[in-house]
């Protein structure tokens, strides 16, 4: 089991650009949260997705949107970006709901840097 | 809302000494509650949860942690820290009624001192 995966590593953006961070969620998972990093602070939520629709929203701009596939994978896209986006980005995958026998398993996330 | 206090920013203990790191929680009813703990540089990895039950906990790496309602608290605790624990702590808190989604703390920094 491949668990969490996170794809790029690493990333550089310039101010103003955009950017697309990648996400495949552990094997039998079907739900999928964001979360952004900052240094340090604890992870904040971003959004969560489930059935290829956004599902919640925490405090984020309309600069950050997602995406979910049939294969369960997400996309995190962030527009426009600015200096305070640089920060390590999460991706979660669960079950629908949790209970007693589901918890979130994180991914390695992607560190961006915007210069 | 739900929010989580972790009150101690950096905790240094010496290697073979026990560990206690605190945390607490707002939230109105029973809450989900878990550890996870972060290397420099890496995701976060559960250690323990807390959904209902004996409100003593037990997790991997021998680490464990008791719910207390009364003190709205969560702490994590080890009887002998390894040098290998050296990493941050985070406390986090689902409110079932706000989604699945984690609250955090802000986090502890463990130095483990030889």
């Known amino acids: 089991d491949a668990g969490v995966t996170q794809s790029p590593t690493h990333l550089i953006k310039t101010r103003g650009q955009q950017v697309t961070l990648r996400c495949s969620p552990k094997s039998g998972h079907d739900t999928v949260s964001w979360y952004q990093q900052a240094l340090g602070q604890g992870p904040q939520f971003i959004f969560q997705y489930y059935e290829e629709e956004e599902r919640q929203r925490g405090n984020f701009p309309d600069r950050f949107s997602g995406h979910q596939f049939p294969n369960y994978s997400s996309e995190l896209n962030v527009n426009a970006l600015l200096l305070g986006d640089s920060a390590l980005y999460l991706c979660?995958?669960?079950?629908?709901?949790?209970?007693?026998?589901?918890?979130?398993?994180f991914g390695q996330g992607t560190r961006l840097t915007v210069v | 809302a739900q929010s989580v206090t972790q009150p101690d920013i950096h905790i240094t203990v010496s290697e073979g000494a026990s560990l206690e790191l605190r945390c607490n929680y707002s939230?109105?009813?029973?809450?989900?509650l878990f550890w996870y703990v972060q290397s420099p540089g890496q995701g976060l990895q559960l250690l323990l949860k807390y959904f209902s039950g004996d409100t003593l906990v037990q997790g991997i790496k021998g680490f464990e942690a008791e719910f207390k309602r009364s003190q709205s608290s969560f702490n994590l605790r080890k009887p002998s820290v390894h040098w290998s624990d050296a990493a941050e702590y985070f406390c986090a808190v689902v409110g079932m009624e706000y989604g699945n989604k984690l609250v955090f703390g802000a986090g502890t920094i463990l130095r483990v001192k030889s």
């Open positions: 979660a995958s669960s079950r629908k709901g949790l209970s007693k026998n589901t918890e979130a398993f």
């Open positions: 939230y109105g009813a029973t809450p989900y």
